[in-house]
T-cell receptor, first 110, second 117 residues
């Protein structure tokens, strides 16, 4: 059974800092890995999707990398802003279902 | 509609009662998913629909849970004889292509917050 772990569980940084969120998974037989953002009381918003054949994806200040063989992904957020405060979820796809980590709760303070 | 719509947004029910949760996916999306998010837990896959059929029901936690989809659109998740451990956010999602292996974007609704008292 695929297990997805996210570290740290919570993170607080001052505005302007660059930061890295980590995701690891136990079964490297995946189709893709996605990073989502969840705001309190809201659904999930897809941020980046990395296919299993890719190494990284970038969108604005976000960069996600994938090392499938070692079962790791990182989400890099550059020049963090208070509006980045949210829970970030990592999910891997091995078929129909997405397997999610428990998320990293990020707080960016002004 | 513009996004995935779920109703009710909040539901408080007494233990033992049945509840129905509704999901209206994005128009034209053939794939529909239900997930559950319990306090302090990650999202848990419940069921997947391709059109009106459910090739994967493996995530339904017990026979008190059932789901259907009609007209390739609206889906209903029914929980019978609710228990306190059913309290969670039930999230619906849809995508244009079947499954998640194709790498297509999956869109989530804002969820139905269920509290069983």
């Amino acid at each position: 059974k695929q297990e997805v772990t996210q570290i740290p569980a919570a993170l607080s940084v001052p505005e302007g800092e660059n930061l890295v969120l980590n995701c690891s998974f136990t079964d490297s037989a995946i189709y893709n890995l996605q990073w989502f953002r969840q705001d309190p009381g809201k659904g999930l918003t897809s941020l980046l999707l990395i296919q299993s054949s890719q190494r990284e994806q970038t969108s604005g200040r976000l960069n996600a990398s994938l090392d499938k063989s070692s079962g790791r992904s990182t989400l890099y957020i550059a020049a963090s802003q208070p509006g980045d405060s949210a829970t970030y979820l990592c999910a891997v796809s091995s078929g129909y279902a997405l397997n999610f980590g428990k998320g990293t709760s990020l707080l960016v303070t002004p | 509609g513009a996004g995935v719509s779920q109703s009710p947004s909040n539901k408080v029910t007494e233990k033992g009662k049945d509840v129905e949760l509704r999901c209206d996916p994005i128009s034209g999306h053939t794939a529909l998913y239900w997930y559950r998010q319990s306090l302090g837990q990650g999202l848990e896959f419940l069921i997947y629909f391709q059109g009106n059929s459910a090739p994967d029901k493996s995530g339904l936690p017990s026979d008190r849970f059932s789901a259907e989809r009609t007209g390739g659109s609206v889906s209903t998740l029914t929980i019978q004889r609710t228990q306190q451990e059913d309290s969670a956010v039930y999230l619906c999602a849809s995508s244009t292509q079947p499954g998640t292996g194709a790498g297509n974007t999956i869109y989530f609704g804002e969820g139905s917050w269920l509290t069983v008292v």
